[in-house]
């Protein structure tokens, strides 16, 4: 069963889910991203010595699925994806009572993630439906949080999400 079993998700497909570090890294720090075996799946590089936060996320090959980048100099916290699929920006709303954040798709529909991003409960959804959720309580650890995402959807993109939620909430 490894850390966790596997669940249901809302259209009746197993579900995935990945154990991910509370508060990332600094800026320079490497961590894995583990699967529910408990075996490394992705790996989040840190860059040292740039101007923005920048994040790598490589899979357990060492291959980049995804770039990461901070983009300065906004209204509104905003974060830039770039994946060879395609690439996202997630923006911070500008106002609202819990924390709300958009996420545009190059060639997808938009995405939405609400909930507590600070204390890792909320959920990213896609037209109303529920693609993924991010929750503490699946772990005893304190510095650990799990995402679970519905089979069929794009692990890399909603694990970069993740990884700039986590960011994007620190500051």
């Known amino acids: 069963m490894g850390l966790f079993g596997r669940d249901k998700d809302d259209k009746g497909g197993e579900s995935r889910r990945f154990q991910m570090r509370e508060q990332l890294m600094s800026i320079g720090d490497d961590y894995w991203i583990e699967d529910e075996s408990g075996d490394r799946a992705y790996r989040v590089d840190g860059k040292a010595m740039h ?9 357990a090959n060492g291959r980049e699925v995804a770039k990461i980048q901070e983009r300065k100099m906004t209204l509104r916290g905003k974060m830039e994806i770039e994946r060879p699929s395609g690439n996202a920006t997630v923006h911070k709303a500008l106002v609202g009572i819990r924390d709300r954040f958009k996420i545009d798709v190059d060639g997808g529909s938009e995405l939405t993630a609400h909930g507590n991003i600070v ?8 037209d109303g439906d529920r693609i993924a959720k991010v929750s503490k309580k699946w772990f005893r650890a304190r510095e650990t949080y799990g ?3 519905n089979q069929g959807e794009d692990v ?3 694990l970069a999400i993740a990884v700039c939620l986590d960011a994007m909430s620190r500051g």
């Open 119 to 126: 204390d890792h409960e909320y959920e990213i959804e896609r």
């Open 156 to 158: 890399s993109l909603l």
């Open 147 to 149: 995402i679970e995402i």
């Open 51 to 59: 101007v923005r936060d920048t994040f790598i996320l490589e899979d």
